[in-house]
């Protein structure tokens, strides 16, 4: 059981990754061209975030946080209009498998079936 919720958990965090680069590369193409054109000055591009430490399996269920800066879920939705917020991308992939994930408290989520 712990292995293939290991391989769950790092199915997560690979499309966490594979995300975040697709989003970080078109905002890098955007901001590079205004940075240069617009600015005139040199562009530092935005680096990826490794998304591997919001995941973690515990007491026999892969879990996932926010508690250490990543933009995975927000309960209180201070940014996202004042609603709990789970990224779409987690909701998508949990679904396609066949779960949905559930609050566990204001700063994590659990993955459920």
């Given at each position: ?75 209180y939705g201070e940014y996202r209009g ?24 204001p700063g994590a989520i659990v993955l459920t079936e």
């Amino acid at each position: 059981m712990t292995k293939k919720l290991e391989k769950l958990k790092e199915f997560f965090v690979k499309k966490m990754n594979e995300a975040d680069k697709k989003s970080v590369d078109e905002n890098n193409v955007l901001m590079k061209k205004y940075y240069e054109e617009e600015l005139k000055e040199e562009f530092k591009p935005t680096e990826y975030t490794d998304y591997s430490s919001a995941f973690y399996v515990q007491d026999g269920a892969v879990r996932c946080t926010s508690e250490n800066g990543h933009d995975v879920l927000d309960y209180y939705g201070e940014y996202r209009g004042g609603y709990p917020w789970v990224n779409p991308v987690l909701e998508k992939e949990a679904k396609k498998k066949g779960f949905f994930w559930e609050w566990q408290h204001p700063g994590a989520i659990v993955l459920t079936e």
